[in-house]
């Protein structure tokens, strides 16, 4: 456990990490686990972005904190570390004051028209 922030250091990965650990076990069997750590952080930091534009409609961001949890953050400045992805939706409904919904005809609308445009 880390004395500066009391979280665990080792933990269950979450699913949305697993599939690259499979991925790379079916292409390279037997193969180092620590070479594909760079696809991995890749793919966490294309989640970071894509999480961003649906937590930025809730006023919120976040950010990938050394590729181990990540840190939600409301513009307040208050905080919260999660583990994974998961963990995440809860957190932002206690930072956003309101559960974060993804169906939310704004929210659609905000996502498209930033895609649109």
């Not at 890749?42 to 809730?58: Q, W």
């Not at 950010?63 to 998961?86: A, N, P």
């Amino acid at each position: 456990m880390c004395v500066l922030c009391g979280q665990d250091f080792v933990a269950q990965v979450h699913w949305t990490d697993r599939h690259l650990e499979h991925r790379a076990r079916a292409a390279a069997p037997g193969s180092d686990p620590v070479a594909f750590q760079g696809d991995r952080r890749r793919d966490r930091g294309h989640r970071v972005v894509l999480t961003n534009e649906v937590v930025r409609h809730y006023g919120l961001r976040v950010e990938d904190w050394g590729g181990s949890k990540y840190v939600l953050r409301d513009h307040k400045g208050r905080t919260e570390l999660v583990q994974d992805l998961g963990s995440l939706w809860p957190a932002a409904a206690k930072l956003a004051g309101r559960t974060p919904d993804p169906l939310d005809p704004a929210l659609c609308e905000a996502l498209s028209a930033a895609h649109d445009g």
